[in-house]
């Protein structure tokens, strides 16, 4: 086998250029929305990758969801070829990051590195897992110039809000067609032990129930649209909740109350319009004729689409029947299928093996709660082997001082490298590395 403590020495000296580049990424406040810097990280990203050997090329996803002149959605594709022909690796980043929020005791973009942690908006969420993986390859390359095949680097904008400027956009253009790329690791903060395989799905809908507006003194003569959203919100307690909450899925989802179906309420508004805080004046006495909620439902890979959004129409149609004068409109405003790689595929298996020899432990194979761009490498690129895998503690997402642990960073950087080396040097008829 490849001898490969030249490699693993190259990543201890690699340290402080780790810690600097993770630093350097979350100095580009990439917020979104709206979608800010991601021309500037990605020139950030071109002028680095370049430097070590990369072809880069800047693809602005025109006319997707958000692009504009002033906030053009900007993406970073890089390639490093091999010395021989083989299979292409590729690393997807998503480079956005989600608003700050309240409760912060760091400088969000400060990158402050204090007792082995580096804090900031998107430290965890993944900045740290695209310099993990931009340091293991650049280790790689540098110990095995002669590798086979191609190592390709992507940042991509938008994943925080769907991935339509992004990896959907850059799926789309072929970028992710199985002839160019056979290997797709997302280094997304799963945790540095565990191989998430994929996600359950999410539909999102409106809907509306209908009133008739009339004097709030005399509501008889009018009809109230929050009491018909009341008899639905009934219905959800009584019926679809309890169903919902029989059903388990296979998919190794963590936590593990994501392991059932899951529905949340995001938001209900019904009658005259929220005010102003500072609005001191008075409601006029209407009663409302419309009320709107939006729902966010998670499903299982074992539930189809039809059956999920079928049981919800039932359920709505059985009011229309049962309560008098209800009606209702339904408008979807997104889905998203499930997607589930194979824990034997050649990527999780790899990974899941150099996990167990770094850590001395075996990997714990995952799914997520929520869906992240898997989906569209799955479903446009028609490539199904590709997983999560990277540093960062996956409850530190999204909130206040979120940071990476720079030892966490470098498990992901030797877990990535020793993964490029069984995928990408050559190997012996046994299939042992040479
Ligand atoms: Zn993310």
Redesign the pocket.
């Known amino acids: 086998m490849t001898d490969l403590t030249p490699l693993l020495e190259r990543i201890a000296d690699k340290r402080d250029d780790l810690i600097a580049l993770t630093q350097e990424l979350i100095r580009i406040p990439t917020l979104n929305p709206p979608g800010e810097n991601y021309r500037e990280i990605c020139d950030y990203l071109d002028a680095r990758l370049s430097a070590h050997g990369f072809a880069t090329e800047l693809i602005r996803a025109y006319d997707t969801p958000g692009d504009c002149t002033a906030y053009p959605r900007w993406n970073i594709v890089a390639r490093r070829e091999g010395a021989h022909t083989g299979d292409c690796v590729h690393f997807n980043s ?1 480079t956005d990051v989600v608003e700050v929020g309240q409760g912060w005791t760091q400088d969000p973009f400060g990158a402050a590195l204090i007792d082995g942690k580096i804090y900031g908006r998107g430290a965890c ?2 900045k740290g897992g695209l310099a993990a993986s931009i340091i293991a390859a650049e280790a790689f390359i540098e110990t095995f110039p002669d590798f086979h095949g191609a190592i390709e680097i992507s940042g991509t904008a938008d ?2 809000s769907g991935g339509y400027g992004g990896v959907a956009f850059l799926a789309e253009q072929g970028y992710f067609s199985p002839a160019r790329v056979q290997h797709v690791i997302i280094p ?2 799963l945790n540095k032990d565990r191989v998430c395989l994929g996600h359950r799905g999410g539909w999102w809908a409106e809907i509306e129930t209908k009133g008739e507006i009339a004097h709030g003194s005399m509501p008889f003569l009018g009809d109230c649209a929050v009491r018909h959203m009341g008899a639905v919100l009934d219905k959800f307690e009584t019926d679809l909740f309890p169903a919902m909450a029989q059903r388990r899925t296979d998919m190794p989802v963590v936590p593990e109350g994501a392991r059932q179906s899951t529905m949340n309420i995001n938001s209900i508004h019904g009658g005259q319009p929220e005010q102003p805080d500072d609005f001191t004046g008075l409601p006029a006495h209407c009663v409302p004729d419309s009320c709107r909620i939006v729902i966010d439902r998670r499903f299982l890979a074992e539930e189809p689409l039809d059956q999920v959004r079928g049981e919800v129409t039932a359920l709505l149609d059985g009011l229309k029947t049962s309560r008098a004068r209800f009606d209702y409109a339904l408008r979807e405003l997104n889905h998203v299928l499930p997607s589930m790689t194979d824990r034997d595929a050649p990527v999780a298996a790899t990974l899941a093996q150099q996990i167990e020899t770094v850590l001395g432990a075996p990997a714990e194979f995952v799914a997520s709660p929520g869906t ?1 761009d898997q989906k569209h490498i799955d479903r446009i690129g028609r490539l199904k082997n590709c997983v999560a895998y990277g540093p960062g503690i996956l409850e530190l ?1 999204h909130k206040p001082d979120e940071y990476i642990a720079v030892d966490d960073m470098m498990v992901s950087v030797e877990v990535m490298a020793r993964s490029l080396a069984a995928l990408l040097l050559p190997t012996d008829e046994t299939g042992r590395s040479l």
């Open positions: 998503h969420d993944m994943e925080e997304e903060p992240y997402a």
